[in-house]
């Protein structure tokens, strides 16, 4: 999905190009923006470029709405991740998290960019958090999109919304039966049905792509049923982020304790895919992220809520360019700030653990 100018297909993503890069014989597929293709005047020398990255069956696509406001201080890349949209991979195994995070290593050095603010949405979440514990040189701030995060408990899943827990437990079993499963869905589906059954998932209630997202996503999903490997790159990613939450959690705590980033963490209430409970034990073992519930909003807000997430954003940025190193908290600390009653606000704000 190749466009000069997005800007020719919706007046708010004017200025965000496609793009490909190769890496290690693999065309990854990209879309770009900075200051100048946007028309900015604001731009930030000193601002780290952005990176985005997409969550499980997503894509670059996935940013359009926030992209081109992200550009007006610095360069933005998003991509489609090995096995997604349009990024075929070198073989499926390519999909699991561990290549993922190396690959993000990868292109951040094709790039020529040392140092990236990265925003990571759900899978992608996940892999922004190892890349940010693994790599904590090359991530200057983290901002987590209802990020796939572990609970307290062994299992995120338990907390899972009924229906969506029955779902993801099943790829628990054999590869060939999960992605037989996965075929099954594409060759019984319209690209609009899929699309749709997808929008009730991620979106909370009542809750509709824009149609110009719409007509991405149906693209999207027509593109990917003439594409073998991406069903099967979509078994062996949802396979590992099960075991990643099930059984690997420990080293994703270790991964959160070794972040030196300032994080941002944004989560809707009505999101069907990741728990309270998983946000919650994410605040509780760092002290130091900057949390907002979004009232309403499912497990894209970027998507969703695409001005209040570049709000939420920018205030951020803004808090953090205000303090000094003495007044922010400590890693890993417990915050005493209570949350604003979600009754009475449709933006809880929290800063550290709430529970």
């Known amino acids: 999905m190749m466009e000069l100018d997005w800007g020719n297909r919706d007046p708010r993503w004017a200025g965000i190009q496609s793009d490909s890069i190769t890496i290690d014989h693999v065309r990854i597929n990209l879309l770009r923006a900075d200051p100048a293709s946007v028309g900015s005047d604001d731009a930030d020398p000193e601002a780290a470029p952005i990176l985005l990255v997409h969550g499980l069956g997503g894509a670059s696509t996935n940013w359009l709405d926030v992209i081109a406001d992200l550009a007006r201080r610095a360069p933005v890349v998003a991509m489609d991740l090995p096995g997604f949209g349009d990024t075929e991979p070198p073989l499926?195994?390519?999909?699991?998290?561990?290549?993922?995070?190396?690959?993000?290593?990868?292109?951040?050095?094709?790039?020529?960019?040392?140092?990236?603010?990265?925003?990571?949405?759900?899978?992608?979440?996940?892999?922004?958090?190892?890349?940010?514990?693994?790599?904590?040189?090359?991530?200057?701030?983290?901002?987590?999109?209802?990020?796939?995060?572990?609970?307290?408990?062994?299992?995120?899943?338990?907390?899972?919304?009924?229906?969506?827990?029955?779902?993801?437990?099943?790829?628990?079993?054999?590869?060939?039966?999960?992605?037989?499963?996965?075929?099954?869905?594409?060759?019984?589906?319209?690209?609009?049905?899929?699309?749709?059954?997808?929008?009730?998932?991620?979106?909370?209630?009542?809750?509709?792509?824009?149609?110009?997202?719409?007509?991405?996503?149906?693209?999207?999903?027509?593109?990917?049923?003439?594409?073998?490997?991406?069903?099967?790159?979509?078994?062996?990613?949802?396979?590992?982020?099960?075991?990643?939450?099930?059984?690997?959690?420990?080293?994703?705590?270790?991964?959160?304790?070794?972040?030196?980033?300032d994080i941002l963490l944004i989560w809707g209430d009505e999101d069907r895919l990741v728990p309270r409970a998983a946000m919650d034990a994410l605040t509780t073992q760092r002290g130091d992220i900057a949390r907002h519930d979004l009232a309403g909003v499912g497990h894209v807000a970027m998507i969703e809520v695409p001005d209040r997430y570049l709000s939420i954003v920018q205030t951020w940025r803004e808090s953090l360019s205000g303090a000094t190193a003495t007044e922010r908290p400590e890693s890993g600390g417990d915050s005493t700030t209570a949350p604003t009653d979600p009754q009475t606000s449709d933006d809880v704000t929290t800063v550290g653990a709430t529970g």
């Open 92 to 261: 499926p195994e390519a999909a699991h998290i561990t290549p993922q995070v190396t690959f993000l290593t990868r292109l951040l050095d094709a790039l020529d960019w040392p140092r990236a603010e990265v925003h990571g949405n759900s899978m992608g979440g996940l892999l922004s958090v190892l890349l940010a514990g693994q790599h904590p040189d090359r991530v200057e701030r983290l901002v987590l999109v209802s990020p796939a995060m572990p609970t307290r408990q062994p299992s995120a899943l338990l907390h899972m919304d009924g229906a969506m827990f029955l779902q993801f437990a099943a790829f628990r079993l054999a590869r060939k039966t999960t992605l037989k499963a996965i075929r099954k869905t594409y060759e019984g589906s319209t690209p609009e049905e899929l699309s749709e059954r997808i929008q009730g998932v991620v979106m909370g209630s009542g809750g509709l792509y824009r149609p110009p997202l719409m007509d991405v996503a149906v693209e999207q999903a027509r593109a990917g049923m003439g594409r073998e490997w991406r069903s099967d790159s979509l078994s062996h990613a949802t396979r590992d982020l099960v075991t990643w939450l099930t059984v690997r959690h420990g080293a994703i705590r270790a991964a959160e304790r070794a972040i030196t980033a």
